[in-house]
């Protein structure tokens, strides 16, 4: 570990430290501003790994498979994530639709096609090729990601139509229910491990 | 006995990776992931107050118009974000109605008096409560995007109900308005530089 990656500079005041080893639960908190300064890793590289995959698979099962039914009288009809984006896509403001196709399902896949890239080559102690740029894209990215709202979204919506149109959940909404929880967990600030561990 | 600032080291943080950078021999690139470096935010405050601006603007068509249109065989009907909120509240979903309510009216409204809040006491070189203020951006960053949740709601909606003749669910240009209002505010937050509360009365500490 270099000489500079043993402080830590408090982002929100820019109050600098001397990092610490943390146990398990422990937070680094900064003494000016109460921010979270540090905190060990939720998990391994190869359990980010395990997680990252599952959450591929999840995404494109939230993408292809219904979130929720409707019944009405004879008829009956249901959405997928990717049903959503396009029916937004397809009204008169195509451009929510795109900002949505961005925060339901680009951001979330280009980050755990980078996540998956990194991580493999992590587990070998290597960097991945283009690692730096990749680390920076995640960065960037992570505001933009907005699985939650969606799932919070499908609830409204059940609420929504009650009363007038019998809903059902499908399979997709719990699947969206572990891919959000998982999402929180591996592409949070862990991910900045990597910038010490390979080095 | 307060913790030095990052200055007074010559290091700088790097925004992207976080490493704290030497700035012994000027680099322009953080040496680590090879960002551009910068002492703070660059324009800041212009830029926060830009995009608030701008979206306090786009908040107005937001709420003024439907943002989505309801077709029976028996009558059409077009919602506003409050006219939804109203309609659940009345059919008894008080809990849902808040929530909506919360996400769409109270979390942007918030986002708005914070950020003008922020930025009126950062240009006024205000030293008091600096501590609360770094929390106040801090719970910005955090509520930032909930507020999507109507624009996902109509997507979804439109998606589901669609029965051709007998009904549907349309979305309309209120929620394109209301989108914008959303990530304007996300990147008005994110120009903002918390960093510039701490500059001002670092002697008196």
């Known amino acids: 570990m270099s000489e500079s990656s043993r402080l830590i500079i408090c982002e929100y005041c820019d109050s600098v430290y001397e990092r610490q080893q943390l146990g398990t639960h422990q937070r680094a908190h900064c003494r000016r501003c109460g921010a979270l300064l540090d905190r060990r890793p939720w998990l391994t590289v190869d359990q980010s790994l395990a997680l990252s995959a599952t959450a591929g698979l999840l995404l494109a099962f939230v993408c292809f498979y219904p979130v929720l039914y409707i019944y009405v009288r004879d008829q009956s009809g249901s959405a997928t994530l990717l049903d959503a984006v396009l029916a937004l896509f397809n009204g008169p403001v195509s451009v929510m639709g795109m900002t949505m196709a961005c925060a339901v399902i680009l951001v979330p896949a280009t980050q755990i096609g980078l996540l998956v890239w990194l991580l493999a080559f992590a587990r070998n102690q290597r960097h991945a090729p283009g690692f730096r740029p990749c680390m920076r894209l995640l960065e960037v990215l992570r505001p933009w990601s907005m699985l939650e709202v969606f799932l919070l979204g499908a609830l409204v919506a059940v609420v929504k139509l009650t009363g007038r149109i019998d809903t059902a959940p499908a399979a997709g909404l719990f699947a969206l229910a572990t891919l959000s929880f998982l999402m929180v967990g591996v592409a949070g600030r862990d991910v900045r491990m990597l910038w010490d561990q390979l080095s | ?205």
């Open chain 2, 1 to 205: 006995m307060m913790p030095p600032f990052a200055d007074q080291l010559n290091l700088r943080l790097c925004h992207r990776c976080k490493y704290a950078s030497p700035m012994a021999e000027d680099p322009r690139h953080c040496t680590r992931c090879q960002a551009r470096l910068h002492y703070r935010k660059p324009d800041a405050i212009a830029r926060t107050a830009a995009l608030t601006l701008a979206a306090l603007v786009f908040y107005i068509p937001a709420n003024l118009l439907p943002i989505i249109h309801t077709r029976t065989l028996h009558h059409d009907s077009t919602t506003t974000i409050l006219g939804s909120v109203m309609e659940l509240w009345q059919a008894g979903a008080w809990d849902i109605a808040l929530v909506l309510f919360t996400a769409s009216v109270g979390v942007p409204v918030t986002k708005f008096l914070a950020l003008g809040y922020l930025l009126v006491s950062v240009q006024r070189r205000s030293d008091r409560s600096r501590k609360e203020r770094t929390r106040l951006y801090r719970l910005l960053e955090l509520i930032g995007y909930w507020s999507m949740l109507d624009v996902f709601v109509a997507g979804l909606l439109t998606a589901l109900v669609q029965f051709g003749p007998l009904g549907g669910i349309e979305p309309r240009a209120g929620i394109l308005y209301f989108g914008l209002v959303v990530v304007l505010t996300m990147m008005a937050t994110l120009s903002f530089d918390p960093r510039l509360i701490w500059d001002t009365g670092r002697s008196n500490e």
